[in-house]
């Protein structure tokens, strides 16, 4: 079957054979048995030789210009009498009056159907509509968005949202690492509780240790030696800085009188 675009080029032809007075003109659509042949032959007459190079030079010219298209064979330009253009899909002939009646082409294509230029302009549209649906049938049909939020928002009872799906989300977000911290944390606290545990136990016998013993009326001020006496009330009286320094001349007093004795 011809295409739409084949259909144009003919229409183009035509047109063409018109401007330059061509003579009954006619269109054959071969049958699809001719098929291999050509889809149509366009045949039209001329008064003299100069107008049958005058129509073929036209033609030539307007599928050129307007599609780019290039006869494959060009026969009889010399003679004049008939024309031969052979566009593959368009076979067209242009003929002098007396050599179309001896040949007599449509007498010869008994099975082609007889168009007029009419009836191949109103085929052309309904081939394009056609193929217009074939087209919008087989595009995809587009989605409509959708407007819903993704978080349905809390209303207040004036109607009004008082909470947004961003923070909602965000909350999301942060849940997962919340629940992995808290292991972590637990494991921390779990290892230094021990630590903790033996600080406040060691803490009261230091306070132990640097507390003043009281014995037999006398009070120990912290392992070094000195003693102070009690009174009657158990407070211990306070020691005086020669009272302290006591011991320690009483222990180097010796060490001094050996030295003496060593120098006479």
């Given at each position: 079957?011809?295409?739409?675009?084949?259909?144009?080029?003919?229409?183009?032809?035509?047109?063409?054979?018109?401007?330059?007075?061509?003579?009954?003109?006619?269109?054959?659509?071969?049958?699809?048995?001719?098929?291999?042949?050509?889809?149509?032959?366009?045949?039209?007459?001329?008064?003299?030789d100069r107008q049958v190079v005058a129509i073929a030079d036209e033609i030539e010219f307007r599928l050129k210009k307007d599609?780019?298209?290039?006869?494959?064979?060009?026969?009889?330009?010399r003679q004049g009498e008939w024309i031969l253009l052979d566009y593959v899909d368009i076979v067209i002939h242009v003929f002098l009056a007396e050599k179309r009646a001896f040949y007599n082409i449509e007498r010869l294509r008994k099975s082609a159907r007889n168009l007029s230029p009419a009836e191949v302009e109103a085929e052309l549209k309904s081939l394009l509509a056609k193929k217009t649906l074939a087209v919008r049938k087989s595009a995809p049909a587009s989605k409509a968005p959708s407007k819903a939020p993704a978080v349905a928002p809390?209303?207040?009872?004036?109607?009004e949202s008082t909470v947004s799906a961003k923070p909602a989300k965000k909350a999301a977000k942060k849940a997962p690492a919340k629940a992995v911290k808290a292991p972590i944390a637990a494991k921390t606290a779990a290892k230094k509780a021990p630590a903790k545990a033996a600080k406040t136990a060691a803490a009261p016998k230091a306070?132990?240790?640097?507390?003043?013993?009281?014995?037999d009326g006398r009070v120990s001020t912290g392992?070094?030696?000195?003693?102070?006496p009690v009174?009657?009330?158990?407070?211990?009286?306070?020691?005086?800085?020669?009272?302290?320094a006591a011991p320690k001349a009483a222990k180097k007093a010796p060490a001094k009188a050996a030295k003496k004795a060593n120098r006479k």
């Open positions: 079957m011809a295409t739409p675009e084949t259909r144009r080029q003919l229409l183009v032809a035509i047109a063409a054979c018109d401007d330059k007075k061509g003579e009954d003109t006619r269109i054959l659509e071969l049958d699809p048995v001719d098929s291999g042949l050509a889809d149509f032959f366009l045949i039209t007459s001329a008064a003299n599609f780019g298209l290039y006869a494959t064979s060009v026969e009889g330009r809390k209303k207040s009872a004036k109607g306070v132990a240790a640097m507390a003043p013993v009281v014995s392992g070094f030696g000195r003693v102070a009174e009657k009330t158990g407070v211990p009286e306070p020691l005086s800085v020669a009272a302290m």
